[in-house]
């Protein structure tokens, strides 16, 4: 049978249509699913009996289960293990903010990048997720956030994978939870996180939709860039910095740089005044994330000096730096601690 879930109207209008059913069923189906989270069919009142058991002959809304949840002491950060039919699970986290519920998803379950500092790619990666597997971790968490009458506003999709690596997915997934008829939320308000896949990169700077592009650049140069990130040898500093650039140009949203701040290897006053040369006179931000611990790594978090020396280097040079705020780090729910969860 057809998991409609991860559908959007059209594609579902199609499967729905090719029934000899009238499309308008297709509109009724996908608001059960997406704003009012039904999970069968015998859930949709307004539809015939006999229709619903047609239905559930020929296709299933397969979501995602809770595996496990883990809740700040923060107060504000929870993270959930979710499980998918095959028994692939990934690590979605939900930050309650001043500003609004910001969540963060996954795109792959694991990650083939290499990062010396992350968990994520510990184990590699097992496989892409779905666009209803990606789309089923906010749903998840939106239904949730319903029973205080409350909503979702942001996404990052900052998880376990490489986001242009499952391009097709996660961009069907963008469009989709833009829709009214499911989360309804701004392209302004998504934000997408590379390692620096310049085709990528380029290909998003032509979608036409103003979605925020973060890179991950930890680095102000080739070697040192490499150290950290292998991926950097295919798609070497320069050429990352021109598809940032080109995308800034065509979509005139300020690009953000994510720099991970790792005491004594790169948050030097050199290495500030290298990023402040590279990103001289760019639509662009820094956001500066002192490292957060991964027992297998073997890497040290900067003082708060050094964090602050290094921050007001770069805004003095009229790049703008920003220390980013701290969620979730003692339930591994921080940039660089998600995981890849087999189980």
Same mark, same amino acid.
């Given at each position: 049978?057809?998991?409609?879930?991860?559908?959007?109207?059209?594609?579902?209008?199609?499967?729905?249509?090719?029934?000899?059913?009238?499309?308008? *069923?297709?509109?009724?189906?996908?608001?059960?699913?997406?704003?009012?989270?039904?999970?069968? $069919?015998?859930? %949709?009142?307004?539809?015939?009996?006999?229709?619903?058991?047609?239905?559930?002959?020929?296709?299933?809304?397969?979501?995602?289960?809770?595996?496990?949840?883990?809740?700040?002491?923060? @107060?504000?950060?929870?993270? $959930?293990?979710?499980?998918? !039919?095959? !028994?692939?699970?990934?690590?979605?986290?939900?930050?309650?903010?001043?500003? @609004?519920?910001?969540?963060?998803?996954?795109?792959?379950?694991?990650?083939?990048? @290499?990062?010396?500092?992350?968990?994520?790619?510990?184990? !590699?990666?097992?496989?892409?997720?779905?666009?209803?597997?990606?789309?089923?971790?906010? %749903?998840?968490?939106?239904?949730?956030?319903?029973?205080?009458?409350?909503?979702?506003?942001?996404? /990052?999709? %900052? @998880?376990? !994978?490489?986001? %242009?690596? #499952?391009?097709?997915?996660? &961009?069907? $997934?963008?469009?989709? /939870?833009?829709?009214?008829?499911? =989360?309804?939320?701004?392209?302004?308000?998504?934000?997408?996180?590379?390692?620096?896949? /310049?085709?990528?990169?380029?290909?998003?700077?032509?979608? #036409?939709?103003?979605?925020? &592009?973060?890179?991950?650049?930890?680095?102000?140069?080739?070697?040192?860039?490499?150290?950290?990130?292998?991926?950097?040898?295919?798609?070497? =500093?320069?050429?990352?910095?021109?598809?940032?650039?080109?995308?800034?140009?065509?979509?005139? *949203?300020?690009?953000?740089?994510?720099?991970?701040?790792?005491?004594?290897?790169?948050?030097?006053?050199?290495?500030?005044?290298?990023?402040?040369?590279?990103?001289?006179?760019?639509?662009?931000? /820094?956001?500066?994330?002192?490292?957060?611990?991964?027992?297998?790594?073997? $890497? #040290?978090?900067?003082?708060?000096?050094?964090?602050?020396?290094?921050?007001?280097?770069?805004?003095?040079?009229?790049?703008?730096?920003?220390?980013?705020?701290?969620?979730?780090?003692?339930?591994?729910?921080?940039?660089?601690?998600?995981?890849?969860?087999? &189980?």
């Amino acid at each position: 049978m057809t998991n409609i879930f991860g559908l959007n109207l059209d594609e579902l209008t199609s499967l729905i249509t090719s029934l000899k059913l009238p499309k308008f *069923r297709a509109k009724q189906i996908i608001e059960w699913m997406y704003l009012k989270h039904a999970i069968s $069919f015998e859930q %949709m009142t307004n539809l015939s009996k006999d229709l619903r058991e047609k239905l559930s002959q020929e296709f299933t809304i397969n979501r995602a289960k809770s595996w496990d949840r883990l809740d700040s002491a923060d @107060g504000k950060t929870t993270k $959930f293990l979710l499980q998918f !039919g095959d !028994g692939i699970g990934v690590e979605t986290v939900l930050m309650r903010q001043s500003y @609004g519920n910001s969540i963060c998803v996954s795109s792959q379950a694991g990650c083939n990048m @290499g990062c010396t500092f992350c968990a994520s790619t510990l184990h !590699g990666m097992a496989r892409n997720l779905s666009t209803g597997e990606i789309l089923a971790q906010a %749903m998840y968490i939106q239904e949730l956030l319903n029973k205080t009458g409350e909503q979702i506003n942001n996404i /990052v999709i %900052m @998880g376990s !994978g490489e986001p %242009m690596l #499952n391009y097709d997915n996660v &961009l069907k $997934f963008i469009r989709l /939870v833009h829709e009214p008829y499911c =989360l309804n939320l701004g392209y302004r308000n998504i934000t997408i996180s590379t390692s620096g896949i /310049v085709p990528g990169i380029e290909k998003l700077a032509k979608e #036409n939709i103003p979605i925020t &592009l973060s890179i991950s650049l930890h680095a102000p140069n080739n070697e040192l860039r490499t150290s950290l990130m292998p991926i950097n040898k295919r798609y070497p =500093l320069e050429e990352v910095i021109k598809a940032a650039v080109n995308y800034a140009d065509i979509t005139k *949203r300020r690009v953000t740089y994510e720099y991970i701040l790792i005491d004594k290897y790169n948050d030097n006053i050199a290495e500030a005044q290298e990023l402040c040369h590279l990103l001289k006179n760019q639509l662009a931000n /820094v956001n500066l994330i002192p490292i957060n611990p991964v027992k297998e790594r073997n $890497f #040290n978090r900067p003082s708060i000096s050094r964090i602050k020396t290094f921050a007001k280097y770069l805004n003095d040079h009229h790049i703008t730096a920003t220390i980013r705020q701290e969620m979730g780090t003692d339930i591994n729910a921080a940039c660089g601690q998600l995981r890849n969860k087999h &189980l």
